[in-house]
Each structure stands twice: as structure tokens, then as C-alpha cells.
């Protein structure tokens, strides 16, 4: 049975508690909960807690950023390059812009700390202990406690991989080159290496690293990447697909246009355009979804996706994989909704008039509802799928915290992202 709704009420301990069946080989499927009203961390291994500390979130003016984040790095030791060289011991990085996870000799009952989340020092060494790079941390206002969840859109495992798995439809490789990078100011080491993408497809290898996934709204990058090859096709030159407005596309759009008799005002890339562009093509109508997927913070393939009602706000929510069955295709989902308020200007961006659905109690029934992907995708992700895979799904998509070096990360609340002082 779903849950009709995943804000999780339950009471987290103050001091330090580890669960007696908790086991090393279980990193993978664990998730950090940090909860900024209760200043409490929970560490959870599908809906059991299986450690709990207080903490001390960001102060006024320097509020830590709500979101979905990961573990990117870990330190024994290291000293912030902001603030005087204050010991970070046991640091574990959220953000290359200075956001992590570190023990602290002050842990007030109050938020206190520069934007980085500070714990005691025994817990601090003891998580560090339990996690490993990718493991999942939430931070939200309210407490959260992830619930067991299914839906048909939630994907299952292969029982038989098969060797094929593309038809007509191309997943495309997705180059970190197209993503916003971010710079690494704070916390640990200052250069973010460039990672290699690998090919799109992919001999699956016993214990391979969990999939991060998310679904969100098509932004420009894609629009113009797709319409790029659409105009090639079609004999107006683009040059090599990037989802660049270079001189050559923007040469392209406009003869496109001329020949179309397209005079819709605006941005270059108007819907009006991507409409005429499909249907000279005879693709149909353009998707208005992405799906994307990276895996050990390498980006992997994205493919379109639909997303009906889109004047709906979707809502974010994000989903992990607790325990995979292969043998029956089986796969344990667990999910929490977070609290994401879009500002007027986003809601104009993204064409969203109303948030009824994404605040109701059943938002991410709904949303997984209106989700559309190609047989194509679904079928790569399902064979390469792990426990401790991961699936956001948010109206906003790529933010700049990722990039290289990186999961999806998705900001709900900026906190104190981009502070420099």
C-alpha cells in the first residue's frame, strides 16, 4: 500500500544511538536525514533509524541550504579556507561551494555554524566510520522519515538482461561539458578533477555503483541540443549538436524560420519554433521532460520524457532503493516529499500556474502519474540497477551545484550557498 503522505513526523534522539544490526556492507543503502527545526540528524537504513545525533545547522545569514545532496568527498582532517582555518575534523563534503557534514567542540541546541552542518565529536567519527562516497543526505526544515513506497513508474530490476537494448529511439550520452560547473571555495581540496564520460552503452558488472536519476522539466540546453539535430536533418546547418547557441545555430534557427515563416516574438528557442521544428521533422510533438542519469558522479545517458499537466508544479521528491531482487524483478523503494516553495519568477520560467497537486498529501502519487519515459530508458536504468540507486524528481532540474564530480544535486532552500565571508 502507498503512503498517502511522506513528511515524517517521528522523534529523533538527541545523543548518539547506533542500531546493533547495522554492518559496514551496508553503506550504500544508507541516507542522512537532517532536520534544521529539530537540529537532529538521523541516519536511516530504509525506514529504521539506525543512528541519531543532535547538530548544528547554519545562523542567521548564513542558513544552510535545504535539499538532496550526497557525500562527494571525505577528510579525516581539514581546515576551512574561509573561517581563520577552523578545524573541520571528520569533514564529509556536500557541495564543491563549501557545504559538509563535520565534528565540531560547539554544538549548541541552536543553529551556529557558517552553513555546514556540525556534529559531536564522537558521532562525528562514527559516521564517518558508517558512510561512503554517494551516500544520500536530505536537509529540510521539518523532520522527514523516509516511508516504503510503490508505483508503476518506479523502476524494477532485469530478470534476463538482454545483450540489445536500443531500438530507433537514441538515449544520448550526456557530456559534463553541457552542465553548470561549479567552483570548490571551502571545503577540502579546491580543484573539482574533470571526470570522463563513459560510453552510453554498457556491459552491466556484478556490484556495480548505484544510479542517480532524475526527472524534471526540459530546460534550454536540451531544447536547443534537440533542435539542433532536427535543423541538420532538415538542411539547415547547426554544426555538431552541443545545446550551444553558437553563431552557426543561431544562423540556423533564423533561416529555419525565414523559410517557416515563423515570426513568434521572445526567445529565440519559442515553443512556437520547437513546435514547427517537430512537425517539419514529423517527430510529433516536442517533449517537454528529461530524464538524466549519472552514475559514481559520471553522467551516464538522458533521454526525453513527457510530463502531462505541465502547468502543474511536479513537487520534489526523492526516492532510494533499499534492496534489490533480480531474480524476481523486484526492487524496494523508499520515498520522501520535500517542502520546495518556486518563486514567481520560476513559475513564470518553467509556464506552472498552479501548486494544488504538488501540496496535496498524495503530491508524489501524482507526480510519478504524469511521468512518460521511452521503453528504451526504462530498460537501461533497470539493468543497471542497484541498491542505493536514487530518483529525484523536481521542477527546477540542474542547478549549479551540479556538475562535475557530482549526483543530481537539487536545491530547495539556498541557504547559504555562495557565501564567500
Not at 537514441?170 to 571551502?186: D, K, M, S
Request: charged fraction near 20%; hydrophobic fraction near 40%.
Amino acid at each position: 500500500m502507498k503512503p498517502r503522505f511522506l513528511f515524517g513526523l517521528g522523534l529523533l534522539s538527541a545523543t548518539a544511538l547506533v542500531h546493533p544490526a547495522f554492518a559496514a556492507d551496508d553503506a550504500r543503502t544508507l541516507q542522512i536525514v537532517v532536520s534544521k527545526d529539530r537540529q537532529s540528524l538521523a541516519v536511516y537504513d530504509g525506514d529504521k533509524v539506525v543512528a541519531s545525533s543532535k547538530v548544528s545547522t547554519g545562523k542567521r545569514g548564513h542558513t544552510t541550504p535545504s535539499g538532496i545532496f550526497s557525500i562527494l568527498e571525505k577528510k579525516v582532517y581539514h581546515e576551512s579556507n574561509l573561517y581563520s582555518n577552523a578545524p573541520m575534523p571528520y569533514m564529509q563534503r556536500l557541495t564543491w561551494s563549501g557545504i559538509a557534514l563535520h565534528e565540531s567542540n560547539s554544538v549548541p541546541n541552536y543553529p551556529a555554524s557558517h552553513g555546514c552542518v556540525r556534529m559531536p565529536k564522537a558521532f562525528a567519527k562514527m559516521l564517518y566510520q558508517m558512510t561512503e562516497r554517494g551516500v544520500h543526505v536530505v536537509i529540510a526544515d521539518q523532520p522527514l522519515v523516509p516511508q516504503p513506497f510503490e508505483h508503476a513508474m518506479l523502476f524494477r530490476p532485469d530478470t534476463a538482461p538482454s545483450p540489445v537494448l536500443f531500438s530507433d529511439f537514441a538515449l544520448r550520452p550526456t557530456t559534463a561539458g553541457f552542465l553548470p560547473q561549479a567552483q570548490p571555495v571551502q571545503v577540502a581540496t579546491n580543484d573539482a578533477a574533470s571526470l570522463p564520460m563513459p560510453p552510453a552503452v554498457r556491459t552491466p558488472q556484478p556490484d556495480q555503483a548505484p544510479l542517480s536519476i532524475l526527472i524534471t522539466r526540459r530546460g534550454l540546453r536540451e531544447n536547443v541540443r534537440d533542435l539542433q539535430g532536427l535543423l541538420n536533418g532538415l538542411g539547415f546547418d547547426t554544426g555538431t549538436p552541443d545545446g550551444l547557441l553558437g553563431p552557426a545555430t543561431v544562423q540556423a534557427i533564423e533561416d529555419f524560420k525565414t523559410a517557416h515563416g515563423i515570426t513568434a516574438s521572445g526567445s529565440l528557442v519559442s515553443p512556437a519554433l520547437m513546435q514547427a521544428a517537430y512537425a517539419a521533422a514529423g517527430k510529433g510533438e516536442p517533449p517537454n521532460g528529461e530524464i538524466m542519469v549519472r552514475q559514481s558522479f559520471r553522467p551516464i545517458f538522458e533521454a526525453a520524457a513527457i510530463i502531462a499537466e505541465p502547468q502543474e508544479a511536479l513537487g520534489t521528491h526523492f526516492f532510494t532503493t533499499n534492496v534489490i531482487d533480480r531474480i524476481n524483478g523486484r526492487a524496494d523503494w523508499f520515498g520522501i516529499t520535500l517542502e520546495d516553495a518556486l518563486s514567481k519568477a520560476a513559475k513564470k520560467r518553467l509556464g506552472i500556474t498552479s501548486e494544488e497537486q504538488a501540496q496535496s498529501l498524495d503530491a508524489a502519487d501524482r507526480a510519478l502519474d504524469r511521468i512518460t519515459i521511452p521503453e528504451d530508458a526504462r530498460r537501461r536504468i533497470a539493468e543497471l540497477l542497484t541498491a542505493g540507486s536514487s530518483l529525484t524528481i523536481s521542477d527546477t532540474g540542474i542547478g549549479p551545484e551540479t556538475g562535475d564530480g557530482t549526483d543530481f544535486i537539487t536545491i530547495t532552500n539556498s541557504g547559504a550557498l555562495g557565501k564567500k565571508g
